[in-house]
């Protein structure tokens, strides 16, 4: 039987203070939340201020929210679009020219569904180079989706994706290449 009122995460470490956690959640909400469309410098300025690493001339969209910035790691030329969640319990890693598009949800945390305290577990999302996760997409934690790897709109990934390789469905299965070998030179 699961029982909720002995749950407890102190083990857990949140990376900054509660103070710095609270006035992330307010410059978020205001000031990145409500700048204007092409201030994309101000809000990885905002990001960098509060520990995250942000690449060159990434393009991180104001509605776009992260938990924790300090454990958001964003390549070079990555796009990040409106409404993605960076569920940051855990690092989150996204790699140079990679899409993250609209409404994805990146979920680093969940819960031990078979201890009755209801344990909370972390693992890291690693995305890299050029991979391109499409609108409204579900990543559990613990996933690697590797190299130019493509998942579909609207996919729930539960398990790694290879390089190169286009996964769509819930859950996300293999559907294609993404390149044959010779348009990859």
């Known amino acids: 039987m699961i029982n909720l009122s002995n749950y407890n995460q102190s083990e857990y470490q949140r990376g900054k203070s509660g103070l710095i956690i609270l006035l992330w959640w307010l410059v978020q909400g205001t000031l990145f939340r409500y700048s204007l469309h092409n201030m994309y410098k101000w809000r990885c300025f905002l990001l960098r201020l509060f520990g995250a690493e942000v690449g060159n001339k990434v393009k991180v969209r104001s509605s776009a929210k992260f938990t924790y910035p300090w454990k958001v790691s ?10 993605v969640q960076f569920y940051s319990l855990d690092k989150i890693y996204i790699g140079a020219n990679c899409v993250i598009s609209q409404e994805s949800y990146l979920c680093t945390g969940s819960h031990n569904i078979k201890d009755p305290h209801f344990g909370l577990i972390t693992k890291p999302i690693v995305i890299k180079d050029g991979a391109w996760v499409a609108s409204d997409v579900f990543i559990h934690p613990g996933i690697i989706i590797h190299e130019m790897a493509v998942i579909a709109a609207r996919s729930t990934v539960i398990k790694d994706v290879p390089a190169n390789e286009i996964y769509a469905g819930m859950p996300a299965k293999y559907i294609k290449k993404r390149f044959e070998e010779d348009e990859l030179l």
Not at 74 to 83: E, H
């Open 74 to 83: 964003i390549g070079d030329y990555s796009w990040i679009g409106d409404n």
